[in-house]
């Protein structure tokens, strides 16, 4: 795929959060809202990591390179956000928000830029694209209202959140540059390895938070997420 078009994925992908900062600062939506789309987002997820990263690296590396590299994604993931919780001591100010959103963030847009090495990426990067923009709108919508909490300004919280927006597009294409001339044995894992991450943020930030915003009725939204995402492959 032309680098133009992976970039076209990346401006994409991160343009949700720029929407989402915008809502956020200008618009207090209710709770239940933030949390459905959270949910829809976790369902979202869970389709792309299993079927558009797992799945083709099993098929390519087998199961001991793709459960490998899921499960050294997720540790590194963990431990990374154990460091960042460490650091800001689990409060939810503007930096914190900011860490955490790229941490989520990073893996999911460099396995996007990985998808679309070749002339048949177009449709599985659509698939983790969906997942990306459903996640990446309530967490900034929920980031930039927090941020406000905190003191930000309204053309703060947005600047801060259009700078992790253009950091994630880089991302993309990074992914894309960085594993286009490596063997599919190394696509593999790197495709496992973000799995891994992206199933970690899954699980210790976005349904937790959906939860807790919500309640058990996000089960609906997650699998609502789930089966819409799904049928977009």
Not at 25 to 53: C, D, H, N, Q
Not at 166 to 178: D, K, Q
Request: a negative charge; hydrophobic letters at 55%; proline letters at 3%.
């Amino acid at each position: 795929m032309a680098l133009w078009s992976v970039l076209g994925f990346g401006v994409v992908a991160s343009s949700a959060l720029v929407v989402g900062s915008l809502l956020g600062a200008f618009w207090k939506p209710p709770e239940w809202v933030v949390a459905a789309a959270l949910a829809l987002s976790s369902g979202s997820l869970i389709t792309a990591l299993a079927f558009e990263l797992f799945e083709p690296a099993f098929r390519i590396g087998g199961g001991v390179l793709a459960s490998s590299g899921l499960f050294l994604g997720a540790g590194v993931f963990t431990a990374t956000k154990w460091v960042l919780e460490t650091v800001y001591q689990g409060e939810d100010s503007g930096p914190a928000l900011l860490a955490n959103v790229t941490l989520d963030g990073v893996p999911e847009n460099v396995a996007l830029g990985i998808v679309l090495i070749g002339n048949q990426g177009s449709r599985s990067g659509l698939t983790i694209l969906v997942a990306i923009v459903l996640s990446n709108l309530p967490e900034a919508i929920g980031g930039a209202k927090k941020m406000q909490d905190a003191g930000f300004s309204r053309l703060g919280a947005v600047g801060a959140w259009t700078s992790v927006g253009v950091l994630l597009a880089v991302a993309v294409i990074a992914g894309n540059l960085l594993f286009a001339d490596l063997g599919s044995a190394a696509v593999a894992a790197a495709r496992s390895f973000a799995g891994g991450a992206v199933l970690a943020g899954v699980a210790i930030e976005i349904l937790p938070d959906a939860y807790e915003e919500g309640g058990p009725l996000v089960a609906m939204a997650t699998a609502v997420g789930f089966v819409v995402t799904f049928l977009v492959r």
